[in-house]
């Protein structure tokens, strides 16, 4: 076989192999996941009323985990106090679910996250047992960073997709001024 015939197979089989990626990444958005581990995050404060925690994000994102008065609020970014909206939580008792989905993006030319999904157990107000699931949408963004779009995950069978569209239009949202969405059915509160 002569040895330009050969070298123009393996390049053409390289750019078969190459162009027939992964379709999640020839749409601009991926997910990725961490656990979220309280006992393999550093203490950060502690008392009767509130504690924190600064745990493990994606690659090195920061990730602060609260909670106060029974609720649960996460954190974000490298300049916390300035990215976010403050205490951000839902109004009934809760639990943080084990899983934290992080929506990247690769608009920037290289995966960044733009936004996270994350599973909020409520509590029955009268009884304080699990009543219901919150699928909390939250947009990262510099200086405008908060919950974006709220999923009852029991009410909605499609809910983790319901999620992951919000979040793949975080960036657009103004936390001062917009209001966060509730998608589709909900009945967790």
């Known amino acids: 076989m002569n040895l330009n015939l050969r070298n123009l197979l393996t390049l053409s089989a390289l750019a078969l192999v190459l162009g027939s990626g992964p379709s999640l990444a020839q749409?601009?958005?991926?997910?990725?996941?961490?656990?979220i581990?309280?006992?393999?995050?550093?203490?950060?404060?502690?008392?009767?009323?509130?504690?924190?925690?600064?745990c493990?994000?994606?690659?090195?994102y920061p990730l602060m985990?609260?909670?106060g008065d029974l609720r649960f609020a996460l954190r974000y970014g490298f300049n916390i106090d300035k990215n976010d909206a403050g205490f951000q939580t839902l109004p009934p008792f809760n639990r943080l679910g084990e899983k934290l989905e992080w929506r990247l993006s690769?608009?920037?030319?290289?995966?960044?996250?733009?936004?996270?999904?994350?599973?909020y157990h409520t509590a029955d107000?009268?009884?304080?047992?699990?009543?219901?699931?919150?699928?909390?949408?939250?947009?990262l963004k510099e200086g405008d960073t908060c919950h974006i779009a709220y999923v009852d995950?029991?009410?909605?069978?499609?809910?983790?997709?319901?999620a992951r569209q919000a979040a793949d239009k975080a960036g657009n949202f103004d936390c001062a001024n917009d209001e966060v969405e509730v998608?589709?059915?909900?009945t967790a509160y």
């Open 106 to 119: 690769n608009a920037l030319g290289r995966w960044f996250p733009i936004a996270t999904i994350v599973r």
């Open 183 to 186: 998608i589709g059915a909900f």
């Open 153 to 162: 995950a029991r009410a909605n069978r499609n809910a983790n997709e319901l």
């Open 125 to 139: 107000i009268d009884t304080g047992e699990d009543k219901g699931q919150v699928l909390v949408v939250t947009q």
């Open 37 to 54: 581990n309280l006992d393999e995050c550093l203490v950060i404060e502690a008392d009767d009323f509130f504690a924190s925690w600064s």
């Open 65 to 67: 985990v609260t909670e």
């Open 56 to 60: 493990p994000g994606y690659k090195g």
């Open 27 to 35: 749409s601009g958005f991926v997910s990725a996941y961490t656990d």
